[in-house]
């Protein structure tokens, strides 16, 4: 844990989503803020299931998750009843529900009970947390590191908690964007801190396999709530990431 620059006050009701796309290690670190959209800003409920029962309105409940995917094989010009494809339908029911078990988690859960208080307003940062998710578009993967800071007031979180929560909302389907925002506004749900600070950098597969992205570059996303949205903050923050882990890190 770093010294932080620490700014107090600004509400949370004015933060938005910022989004950068170029080489990793350039894009993360804009200069200035004069580059933000402000059609990046979505509030996005947090905890809203989008699981629906199978086959709502399709006609299609009597027909298996399995059935269903031998279907596609066989429409993508497979033959699923040759050796390799056999059981293929359900491995592939079975790594889904894995991927996308964050529905079933409720990230207000996973924090409750892993809330301290706490004397203590210095910037708290969890770099380099391993993030693997499903691009709502493609249902192709993305995956990346995800860094989150905060700077608590009165409350802070159990450190493993965090990976927890970026795991809840990874294992769905997402886009980048939401998934960052969804991170910084649980937190802030859960503690109100001072302000809040998420980095998502990740690679798209959806880009990289058909072409549209050169295969070394990745997209980066922020969140910034509270204090985050003052300069000195941000600039701490991200001078913190840029860091490299040594030592005693
Ligand atoms: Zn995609």
Redesign the pocket.
């Known amino acids: 844990m770093a010294r932080a620059g620490r700014v107090r006050g600004r509400s949370s009701a004015d933060d938005r989503t910022r989004i950068r796309v170029g080489n990793a290690g350039h894009a993360l670190f804009p200069q200035g803020r004069e580059d933000e959209d402000p059609k990046m800003a979505q509030p996005i409920a947090v905890t809203q299931s989008v699981r629906r029962p199978a086959g709502a309105g399709e006609g299609l409940s009597e027909v298996s998750t399995q059935e269903m995917y031998r279907e596609i094989l066989s429409r993508l010009g497979e033959d699923p009843s040759r050796d390799g494809l056999l059981t293929t339908p359900a491995r592939v029911e079975k790594s889904m529900a894995f991927l996308t078990k964050g529905y079933d988690e409720d990230p207000t859960r996973i924090l409750r009970g892993a809330m301290f208080d706490v004397d203590y307003d210095e910037m708290v940062i969890v770099k380099d947390i391993e993030m693997f998710s499903l ?1 709502e ?2 249902m ?1 993967p993305f995956f990346g590191k995800v860094h989150v800071a905060y700077i608590p007031k009165g409350k802070v979180i159990g450190l493993s908690k965090i990976p927890r929560l970026v795991e809840v909302f990874a294992r769905r389907l997402q886009v980048q964007e939401r998934l960052t925002r969804q991170i910084a506004d649980a937190i802030q749900a859960a503690i109100a801190p001072q302000g809040v600070g998420v980095v998502v950098e990740a690679r ?1 597969l ?1 880009m990289m396999m058909r072409g549209i992205e050169k295969q070394h570059s990745s997209t980066v996303t922020s969140a910034m709530v509270g204090c985050f949205r003052q300069k000195e903050t941000r600039s701490e923050f991200l001078s913190l990431l840029r860091q490299p882990a040594t030592g005693g890190l």
């Open positions: 691009c578009h493609h192709l798209h959806c």
